[in-house]
């Protein structure tokens, strides 16, 4: 009988052994899971803290740029627009991944930061936007059309980044660039609508593209990305 009874015991004692081992494993398992849930938290917020940083510190290195290369020019941009003109190419990168050197080496070698410049076949502001390309562009914006709209300085180089980007993307797709590299639609964009074989054997866009790609590397070098 005294067997019996300890065997019965000893039954009780295993199932209580066992229920407590489930619920041990069971609350482990769920802590786990809690602190896997905290940490992938955790490892999210840093991300963004340092995206957020390094968006600044880019965003600091293209107003830096601009300014030293707009005072080298005589000083054409004044603060307020400096920023503004940083805003817009600080909002093409993030959206289409445009280098902002790119876009500052551009603004250069077009009008030397003068938002006023016009050339002799009328392309107008800071990146020499024509009016005939501005147009859809503008309306898509919501912005009426004027004579005097492209030199302003932020819708000029809302356009012409974005027209720069639409170019980029035609030649992706048939295969004539590859995701960083705008060569053809630097010549199309300095030379107009050439037929494509033109444009590569053109020597004032080869001459033009050169220009933009040495004054990239020379912004580079300053820290600009």
């Known amino acids: 009988m005294l067997v019996k009874y300890t065997r019965i015991a000893m039954v009780i004692a295993l199932t209580n052994l066992s229920t407590i081992l489930a619920t041990y494993i069971y609350v482990t398992a769920g802590l786990r899971q809690e602190v896997f849930i905290e940490l992938n938290k955790l490892k999210e917020e840093v991300t963004i803290t340092n995206s957020l940083r390094n968006n600044e510190e880019v965003r600091m290195s ?55 410049a016009m050339s002799p076949a009328n392309a107008k502001g800071l990146m020499q936007v024509m009016d005939s390309t501005a147009r859809p562009y503008l309306a898509n914006y919501g912005v009426a059309w004027n004579t005097e709209v492209l030199f302003d300085p932020v819708v000029n180089t809302r356009v012409a980044l974005d027209y720069l980007q639409n170019l980029h993307e035609i030649h992706v797709a048939e295969g004539l660039e590859q995701n960083d590299d705008y060569t053809v639609s630097l010549l199309r964009y300095n030379r107009s609508q050439q037929a494509t074989d033109k444009l590569l054997e053109d020597p004032l866009g080869l001459q033009y593209t050169a220009r933009i790609n040495q004054t990239q590397t020379e912004i580079r070098k300053g820290g600009v990305i």
Do not use: R, W
Request: hydrophobic share 40%; aromatic share 4%.
């Open 62 to 116: 293209v107003v830096e740029a601009i300014k030293n290369l707009s005072a080298k020019s005589g000083s054409k941009l004044n603060i307020e627009q400096i920023v503004e003109v940083t805003e817009v190419i600080m909002e093409k990168y993030k959206l289409h991944g445009i280098k902002p050197s790119l876009a500052i080496s551009i603004i250069t070698n077009e009008s030397s930061f003068d938002p006023k």
